[in-house]
Nanobody, 124 residues
C-alpha cells in the first residue's frame, strides 16, 4: 500500500525554522510530483508548495514565497520543506501529497495519495 509519512513538525517561536520531511514507502517517488499543503482549524486545506517529479519545477503560495523552500532527494525517496522566518499564521497541520505524472500543482483535489499530516505551531 502506498504510504506517505510526514515528520519534522513541532512548536517553534516566531522567526524560527523547521524542516519537514515527506518519506514514501512501498513506492518510488521518481514519477510523482509532490505537494505540501496545510490546514488550519476552521479553514480549508491550501496549497503551500509543490515540486515536479524531476525537481526542475517548483511553485509556492504567495504567503510563503521567499521563506519556504521545497526540495527532493529521489535517492532517499524523500521530499523536504524548509520553512524559515515562521509566523503565527503558518500554524497548521501540514500534509504532503503525491501526484502521478509529475506536474507541479497547488490544487489539493488533483493529488492521489496523502500523508497523515504533521502539526506545526508557531507561537511565543
Amino acid at each position: 500500500q502506498l504510504q506517505l509519512v510526514e515528520s519534522g513538525g513541532g512548536l517553534v517561536q516566531p522567526g524560527g525554522s523547521l524542516r519537514l520531511s515527506c518519506a514514501a514507502s512501498a513506492f518510488t517517488l521518481d514519477y510523482y510530483a509532490i505537494g505540501w499543503f496545510r490546514q488550519a482549524p476552521g479553514k480549508e486545506r491550501e496549497g503551500v508548495s509543490c515540486i515536479s517529479s524531476s525537481g526542475g519545477r517548483t511553485n509556492y503560495a504567495d504567503s510563503v514565497k521567499g521563506r519556504f523552500t521545497i526540495s527532493r532527494d529521489n535517492a532517499k525517496n524523500t521530499v523536504y520543506l524548509q520553512m524559515n522566518s515562521l509566523k503565527p499564521e503558518d500554524t497548521a497541520v501540514y500534509y504532503c501529497a503525491a501526484l502521478y505524472g509529475g506536474r507541479c500543482l497547488l490544487e489539493p483535489r488533483r493529488y492521489d495519495y496523502w500523508g497523515q499530516g504533521t502539526q506545526v505551531t508557531v507561537s511565543s
